[in-house]
């Protein structure tokens, strides 16, 4: 038994290794799913904004909890870019994605350490510190729209 276990961690360690984008049939279906991933991730992002932005009382607890949900969340997007996913059904990604690929995987990781903060100061539980947090983080998703979301769907 023991001798069977590091083979058995190692095929579990290269099926995580497998990129999720390998996992899509076709294009549409990476589209779709990056569309409903950011689009979930957007309504417990914009629940902290609620309470970041005083529309809604400060709750440490619900502002965890939606932290965890975009924690959860947030890399899940960036694995369905794959090449060939600008086409297959209508979208707002712009073709710089793909024709600026570093570029584009700068203001992925900018996103994630400002996540990771966000994450730090809901955990923290201090108001002051998750209205900041929130700012750097809804500024970096921004910059990311600014140069690499296209204002409207593209027909296909
Ligand atoms: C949100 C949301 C985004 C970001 C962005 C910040 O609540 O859905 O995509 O914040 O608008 O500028």
């Known amino acids: 038994m023991n001798r069977l276990l590091p083979p058995l961690a190692l095929i579990a360690g290269l099926a995580c290794a497998i990129p999720a984008s390998a996992q899509f049939q076709k294009s549409e279906d990476a589209i779709k799913y990056r569309q409903g991933a950011f689009r979930v991730m957007a309504e417990h992002f914009g629940r902290i904004g609620a309470m970041a932005n005083g529309r809604v009382p400060f709750d440490a607890k619900v502002a965890q909890e939606n932290m965890a949900l975009v924690v ?83 027909s296909n």
């Open 72 to 154: 959860a969340l947030h890399k899940l997007p960036f694995s369905a870019f794959a090449e060939g996913t600008d086409k297959g059904a209508p979208q707002r990604a712009r073709p710089e994605v793909w024709k600026d690929g570093a570029k584009f995987k700068a203001a992925i990781e900018r996103m994630m350490s400002e996540v990771a903060k966000l994450d730090a100061a809901a955990k923290g539980g201090s108001l002051d510190a998750v209205k900041s947090a929130f700012g750097a983080t809804g500024g970096a998703c921004k910059a990311c729209h600014d140069d690499f979301r296209a204002r409207d769907y593209s």
